[in-house]
C-alpha cells in the first residue's frame, strides 16, 4: 500500500486551465477530428495505452485503493480494452447516415439523420473505478469524433498521474487534454464553455456540474449513485442469491455505484438468507478477510469515518464491523433488525456494509422502494415471473437485473445509467457514441418539381381542403 509520501501531487497550473476548452475548439473547428481514420487510430491508441501499461495501471489501482488483481484487470482495464475494440468494429455502421420515411406532405424529399460531434467533451471522473469511469465515456466521445478534456479524480492520486503521463504518449495531443486536481481546477474548468459535460460521481456535486453548464447551456450526462435496492423473495435459490449479493456487494469493498446497497428479504427466509451470506464472506474472504489479497481498502481516512459512523444505531451487527484505520480496512459486515429510519438507510452506503431488512411480502417491498428516490439499479431474486413482472413493472431504477447483481452493466448492448436523482442521460456501447453526437435531422427535396400552392398568395380552395382533411 502507498505511503502519504509516495502519494503523487498533481501538476496543473490553474491559469493554463482558463483556455483550454478554447484551444481544443480550435482544434475541433479546424477539423481534424471528423474522419473515420482519425477516430479510429485515437481508439486503436487508446487501447493500446492501457494494454501496454496494465501493469503500471494495476500498480496505480493496488496503490490507491488496495484492488484485487483480478478486480483490476476484469472491472478496470478490460472494460476500456474491450470497449475500444467494439467501437472500432462498429465506427462505419454508428457513424453511417440512417434514413428515414417522409410523409406524403413533406413529398418529394429524402430524409435522414446524420450524426456530428458536439465539439469539445469535458469528462469528470470519480475514484472507485477510476480507470474504467475516465476512459469508457472517452471511448464514446472519440467515436463521435469530439476533442476532450478529461479530469480524473483526486482522490486516486497514482491512477491521476498515470493518466496524465500517458495521454500525451499515446492519444494527439492537440485533441486531448488531462486536467488534474480536485474543486479548484475543476471550477475553473466549469467556468468555461464546453460542448458536452460527461460527470460521474455523486449528486452533491452532479448539481454544481448542473448549475455551471446551464449558465453556458452545455448538455449534460450525469452519472450518479444512490441506493440500490435487492428484494429477495421467499421464491429465490438462496444459495444462488447470496453468492451473487455478496460478490456485487463486497467487489471493491462496496465502493460500486450499483453495489447492492441493502436487502430486503421475506420474513420467512430472513434467517437463512443471513446465514448464507455469512457463509459467503468465509468461503469468499477466509476467517479474516483482513489476510485476504482479494479484498479491497476503503480509498480513504475520510471514508472509513464516515463508514464507521453508520453503524452507530443502525441494528445489530451480525458479521463483520472490525475496522483498522492504518491500514484503512472495513470489514465486510451484515447488519440485521435495521430500523429503515437508521442512518445506515439515508445515504448511499458506497462501501462494505449490508443491511437486510424483513418484510412481508413483495408488495411491501416495492412500497419501501418506491417510498424513496429512484435507484440505479435495483436486484431481484425471486424463480417467480409473476413476482419479476410484478417488481419490474412497479418500480423505476437507471437499470435491473433479475438473479444477478453487477452483470447489467457488463452488456455493452444495454445502456447504462441513472433515472431522476441517480442520473440523467446513458452511455456504454452505440448509447456512448449518441451520448457525445448531435443527430442532424436533414431533408433534400429535389428541384425539379416546384407545388405552387406552397408559396402565397394563398388559395381558399386550398385552405378548405386542408380544413377538412382535420376531421
Ligand atoms: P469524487 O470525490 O472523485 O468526485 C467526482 C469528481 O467530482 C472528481 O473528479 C472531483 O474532482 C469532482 N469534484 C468534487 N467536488 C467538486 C466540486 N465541489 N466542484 C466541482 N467538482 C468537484 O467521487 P465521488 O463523488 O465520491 O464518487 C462517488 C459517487 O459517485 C457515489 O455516489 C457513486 O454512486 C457515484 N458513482 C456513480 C457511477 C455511475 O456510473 N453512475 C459510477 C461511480 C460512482
Not at 42 to 63: C, H, I, M, T, W
Not at 141 to 161: D, F, I, L, Y
Not at 211 to 230: D, I, N, Q, Y
Not at 449 to 462: Q, S, T, V
Request: proline share 7%; with cysteine; aromatic share 8%.
Amino acid at each position: 500500500m502507498a505511503t502519504s509520501d509516495t502519494i503523487p501531487e498533481p501538476n496543473t497550473d490553474l491559469e493554463q486551465i482558463s483556455d483550454v476548452a478554447a484551444e481544443l475548439r480550435r482544434t475541433f473547428d479546424g477539423g481534424a477530428t471528423r474522419s473515420i481514420e482519425w477516430r479510429d487510430r485515437q481508439l486503436a491508441a487508446l487501447g493500446r495505452l492501457v494494454s501496454e501499461n496494465a501493469d503500471a495501471f494495476v500498480a496505480a489501482l493496488q496503490a490507491d485503493l488496495g484492488k484485487p488483481t483480478l478486480e483490476a484487470l476484469t472491472a478496470d482495464l478490460v472494460m476500456v480494452t474491450d470497449s475500444a475494440k467494439a467501437a472500432r468494429k462498429s465506427l462505419k455502421k454508428w457513424m453511417a447516415p440512417r434514413r428515414v420515411s417522409t410523409p406524403l406532405q413533406s413529398q418529394p424529399a429524402k430524409s435522414w439523420l446524420q450524426s456530428e460531434p458536439l465539439g469539445v467533451a469535458l469528462i469528470i471522473s470519480p475514484w472507485n473505478y477510476p480507470v474504467q469511469l475516465l476512459m469508457l465515456p472517452v471511448i464514446g466521445a472519440v467515436a463521435a469524433g469530439n476533442c476532450v478534456v478529461m479530469k480524473p479524480s483526486e482522490v486516486t492520486p497514482h491512477v491521476s498521474a498515470l493518466v496524465a503521463e500517458l495521454v500525451p504518449r499515446y492519444l494527439d495531443s492537440k485533441c486531448f487534454r488531462v486536467i488534474e486536481g480536485g474543486v479548484a481546477e475543476t471550477t475553473a474548468l466549469l467556468e468555461q464553455r464546453f460542448d458536452h459535460i460527461f460527470y460521474t460521481g455523486n449528486g452533491a456535486v452532479g448539481r454544481i456540474v448542473m448549475e455551471a453548464a446551464a449558465r453556458h447551456l452545455t448538455p449534460v450526462t450525469l452519472e450518479l449513485g444512490g441506493k440500490s435496492p435487492c428484494i429477495v423473495d421467499k421464491s429465490a435459490n438462496l444459495e444462488v442469491a447470496a453468492k451473487r449479493i455478496a460478490w456485487g456487494k463486497w467487489m471493491n469493498a462496496g465502493q460500486t455505484c450499483i453495489a447492492p446497497d441493502y436487502v430486503l428479504v421475506h420474513e420467512d427466509v430472513e434467517a437463512e438468507l443471513v446465514d448464507k451470506l455469512a457463509n459467503c464472506v468465509r468461503a469468499f474472504y477466509g476467517e479474516d478477510p483482513r489476510e485476504s489479497g482479494d479484498y479491497a481498502r476503503i480509498v480513504n481516512s475520510r471514508h472509513i469515518k464516515r463508514l464507521q459512523s453508520l453503524l452507530k444505531e443502525s441494528g445489530d451487527v451480525v458479521v463483520g464491523g472490525e475496522v483498522n484505520e492504518d491500514e484503512r480496512y472495513f470489514a465486510p459486515t451484515i447488519l440485521r433488525n435495521v430500523p429503515p429510519e437508521s442512518p445506515v438507510m439515508s445515504d448511499e452506503i458506497f462501501g462494505p456494509i449490508l443491511p437486510v431488512l424483513r418484510v412481508r411480502d413483495v408488495d411491501e417491498a416495492i412500497a419501501f422502494v418506491t417510498s424513496r428516490d429512484k435507484p440505479l439499479a435495483l436486484y431481484a431474486f425471486t424463480e417467480s415471473q409473476e413476482i419479476e413482472a410484478k417488481i419490474l413493472e412497479r418500480t423505476s431504477s437507471g437499470g435491473a437485473a433479475i438473479n444477478a447483481t453487477i452483470f447489467q452493466a457488463s452488456n455493452p448492448n444495454l445502456p447504462f445509467g441513472g433515472v431522476g436523482p441517480s442520473g440523467t442521460g446513458s452511455y456504454h456501447g452505440k448509447a456512448s457514441f449518441d451520448t457525445f453526437s448531435h443527430q442532424k435531422s436533414v431533408l433534400r427535396k429535389p428541384t425539379r418539381f416546384d407545388l405552387k400552392f406552397l408559396y402565397p398568395p394563398y388559395r381558399p380552395a386550398m385552405a378548405k381542403m386542408i380544413r377538412k382533411s382535420l376531421g
